[in-house]
């Protein structure tokens, strides 16, 4: 089956420490974006790569970092820079930017 | 960026049909409207998107204004699987834009 999918479902850190969510995607997809979501809000956008070995900052770059070194693979690592790393994760992916998304099950992260 | 403006919260019967509503008032001429839904502890998915043009698929119908400062999204027969976050987006091909998720309407079904 063709997909999106984010590891592991769920996610504990302790403060201080960085910690990277994995995404891959089998869909032949150009373009990859990570997104936050906290509890009762939108998304918003953190990072998106249009192609491989290229990425841009989003609207909440800061405390993040991402590579593209594999077509189908976006990994995100939260820093301890990020203040407020507890959120939902979503991890999406399109044919090329500005095309419709296609959307992981999402990475919950909580930091004690 | 152009925005868009939806209620918070809809409640609809089980087997009826919704209409949910989007505004967007500031939309350009190239400005696509795309339709996601995001059910409880999931990722968001893509139910529908047009451009002037009332659309069709198997998920929703969507009906844009003449002056396409509004559109509708239509689910025929609501289920209780359709309760989930509606999120109405404006998107620029032309430009590449991104996704940019507002609050959304939540739309809770009842038996």
């Known amino acids: 089956d063709g997909g999106i999918t984010q590891s592991p479902k769920y996610l504990f850190r302790k403060e201080g420490q960085n910690v990277t969510l994995s995404c891959e995607q089998n869909?032949?997809?150009?373009?990859m974006y990570w997104y936050r979501q906290d509890p009762g809000q939108g998304l918003r956008l953190i990072y998106y790569?249009?192609?491989?070995?290229?990425?841009q900052k989003g609207d909440i770059a800061e405390g993040y970092s991402v590579s593209r070194e594999k077509k189908e693979s976006f990994p995100l690592t939260v820093t301890s820079a990020q203040k407020n790393p507890t959120a939902f994760y979503l991890c999406a992916s399109s044919i090329s930017i500005g095309k419709h998304q296609f959307f992981g099950p999402g990475t919950r992260l909580t930091v004690l | 960026d152009a925005k868009t403006t939806q209620p918070n919260s809809m409640e609809s019967n089980e087997e009826e049909p919704v209409h949910l509503p989007c505004n967007h008032s500031t939309i350009s001429g190239t400005d696509y409207i795309h339709w996601y839904r995001q059910l409880p502890s999931q990722g968001p998915e893509y139910v529908i998107h047009?451009?002037?043009s009332n659309v069709n698929n198997r998920m929703a119908s969507l009906a844009i204004a003449e002056d396409r400062k509004s559109s509708t999204l239509i689910l025929h027969r609501a289920t209780l699987r359709d309760a989930a976050v509606y999120y109405c987006i404006l998107l620029n091909n032309n430009a590449g834009n991104m996704l940019t998720f507002g609050g959304g309407t939540r739309l809770m079904v009842k038996p």
């Open positions: 047009g451009l002037t």
């Open positions: 869909l032949n997809h150009d373009a």
């Open positions: 790569s249009q192609i491989v070995n290229d990425f």
